[in-house]
């Protein structure tokens, strides 16, 4: 049956591969930045980022050692550290605010990022921006705002502006990401961005340092696995199909982090969650089934 399914999916148009790679990278990031923020609740932030990078690299490593270190050497170092020193601007300000925020909130103000996405995909790609991605993305928002909205006057405060200005900064990560994926692949970016953003974030991690107890060291081992496994995913989804197709899938990640939330952190979801996750969710089966609709008919043979 795995067989089977594995079969069906590689024959799936790459819209659809990429929505489901998507999906599938928004959920092990919400189980990611529930542990995370538990962690940073417990340890300064800037550590816990560091620890969270560097032990994606250690999990990596049996693997990069057996097929040979240089099997991962990327086609431009210089690209994979620009991309790292950006993403890990984006990190800190979005680790910064994390044990601030709730979980839902986070993950909400951070969706602005798809708007800056779609612009710098159309900007720096060249990608053609139909009308349906628009509007899927931008019914996807008015749900964000739906959750959000109410909560951004309350006791955010400057925390709320500082996640939100992570979101057009991890924009330009994905717009570099999408641009190492045409002589990159997956596996090798991602361990370069364990690599570099470790690098870079170690010198904020030692002036705040304190050991962690075992079973933090655990936590940190986890996550290092998820965000391994959540990055090679959001990866493939920008290599299978343009940034701008796979935007309105992100904002399925609302609906895990209110769930997480709600039973690790006893964060009630509002009325308003509610219904914008339904909004949310409209968006995404809206243009999932679009993308698949005209890749259909775009593969068909010309009469």
């Not at 550590?47 to 050497?73: C, D, H, K, W």
């Not at 739906?146 to 400057?158: M, S």
């Not at 701008?244 to 609302?254: C, G």
Request: aromatic share 12%; with cysteine.
């Amino acid at each position: 049956m795995v067989r089977a399914l594995a079969h069906r999916f590689n024959q799936a148009p790459g819209t659809t591969r990429a929505i489901l790679w998507a999906i599938s990278a928004g959920f092990t990031f919400s189980v990611l930045n529930t542990l995370v923020r538990g962690l940073s609740l417990q340890l300064h932030p800037f550590e816990t980022q560091f620890l969270r990078n560097l032990f994606s690299l250690i999990v990596m490593l049996p693997i990069i050692l057996r097929a040979g270190v240089i099997a991962y050497m990327p086609t431009s170092i210089g690209g994979q550290f620009s991309r790292g020193a950006v993403h890990a601007l984006g990190m800190t300000l979005w680790f910064y605010a994390l044990p601030h925020l709730a979980l839902a909130d986070t993950t909400a103000i951070g969706y602005t990022g798809p708007i800056f996405s779609m612009l710098g995909a159309a900007w720096l790609l060249g990608e053609k921006m139909r009308a349906d991605r628009w509007i899927a993305a931008l019914i996807g928002f008015t749900g964000v705002m739906i959750v959000v909205g109410p909560r951004l006057a309350g006791t955010g405060g400057w925390y709320s502006l500082i996640m939100l200005a992570s979101a057009p900064v991890f924009s330009l990560s994905f717009l570099l990401t999408k641009m190492l994926t045409r002589h990159d692949s997956p596996a090798v970016i991602v361990v370069w961005q364990a690599l570099t953003v470790s690098l870079i974030t170690l010198p904020l991690a030692i002036p705040v340092w304190q050991w962690p107890t075992p079973a933090q060291w655990g936590v940190f081992a986890v996550a290092g696995a998820l965000g391994i496994f959540a990055h090679w995913c959001q990866t493939h989804a920008l290599k299978a199909a343009d940034v701008s197709a796979t935007q309105s899938a992100k904002f399925l990640d609302l609906l895990w982090a209110s769930t997480w939330g709600f039973l690790v952190f006893g964060d009630q979801p509002s009325g308003y969650t509610l219904v914008g996750g339904v909004v949310i969710v409209a968006a995404t089966l809206w243009i999932a089934r679009r993308e698949a609709r005209l890749a259909r008919a775009a593969a068909r043979p010309a009469p």
